[in-house]
Antibody
């Protein structure tokens, strides 16, 4: 069974940084592109970023480009999202997922002073 | 980016009713479409993949159809436990996108 497990969320002040992690199991990790999706309270699902299986290519939503960096360590079966210059509007539950429909349980990021 | 237009944004139906949700893609996505159910505080749960395939363990009252740009999701005989928000999602390319969601309530 494929499992994704996020960690690293928390409370951070505006302008601060956080690094989210997503540990994967039950799959050949380096053959899957991995995606971060976020969901603000009471809102819909928003695509944030994706990275190819090799890690050679990555893409970002306009709302996070230049502030967030996606990466992966295929030796550790782990996906990351480095979030810098955080804003109140980044407050959300962050999920890692595989496009074919596997999701983690989410980790909550709150940006507030 | 591929835009997904989902409708309606909310609906109210009686137990036992048939419920239909539609999703339209801004370009051809063949059948690379998932349907999810999301309950408050939980991650989305995959119900239908590849537009019409029922995920293992999902009740058969849920179904999906369509290809290309137009897709339909149906709940036959709505049950109280089906109260949730439903989303479509395309995965034709790396940049997955989602419909805006449909909140289903019991009348």
């Amino acid at each position: 069974e494929v499992q994704l497990l996020e960690s690293g969320g928390g409370l951070v002040q505006p302008g601060g940084s956080l690094r989210l992690s997503c540990a994967a199991s039950g799959l050949t990790f380096n053959t899957y592109a991995l995606t971060w999706v976020r969901q603000a309270a009471g809102k819909g699902l928003e695509w944030v970023s994706v990275i190819t299986g090799s890690g050679g290519s990555s893409y970002y939503a306009a709302s996070v480009k230049g502030r967030f960096t996606i990466s992966r360590d295929n030796s550790k079966n782990t996906l990351y999202l480095q979030m810098n210059s955080l804003r109140a509007e980044d407050t959300a539950v962050y999920y890692c997922m595989i496009g074919e429909g596997v999701w983690g349980q989410g980790t909550t990021v709150t940006v507030s002073s | 980016d591929i835009q997904m237009t989902q409708s309606p944004s909310s609906l109210s139906a009686s137990v036992g009713d048939r419920v239909t949700i539609t999703c339209q893609a801004s370009q051809d996505i063949t059948n690379y479409l998932n349907w999810y159910q999301q309950k408050p505080g939980k991650a989305p749960k995959l119900l239908i993949y590849d537009a019409s395939n029922l995920e293992t363990g999902v009740p058969s009252r849920f179904s999906g159809s369509g290809s290309g740009t137009d897709f339909t999701f149906t709940i036959n005989s709505l049950q109280p436990e089906d109260i949730a928000t439903y989303y479509c999602q395309q995965y034709e390319n790396l940049l997955v996108t989602f419909g805006g969601g449909t909140k289903v309530e019991i009348k």
